[in-house]
């Protein structure tokens, strides 16, 4: 009985798991900042789109913004023609877990409302807030 195994060396195994690890190396920095790039995305997904949408529903129907975000999703004593829920799945936090931000009447947009995210540093007039209305920030 003649027994024709054939399998890889130690050296051929180490200098396989050597070039995975230099693949990785190159790409790995690069995959990272798409998360935070991803989350910057889904924030203003939600302020231009989803919560203005909603807020500008509500405006239609009662003739004003509402007070408070609140108000989307359940009657507030002062909605007169409420007609919602505006939000389906209710109220979402931003990406990184915090509140959205709503003023009305604005400070940036006295005639309407301010919407906007803290950002990834959870504070407010900071350079990554992500807003409805021109920053001058990163995002």
Known sequence: MKLNARGFTLIEILLV???IGILVSLVAPKLAGRSEEARVQAAKADIDGGISLALDLYEVDNGRFPTVLQDLVTKGSDSENWRGPYLK??????????EYTYRYPGTHNPSGYDLFSKGPDKQENSEDDIANWETTGPY
């Open 17 to 19: 798991v050597i070039i």
């Open 89 to 98: 799945k209710g109220l979402s936090k931003d990406p990184w877990g915090n």
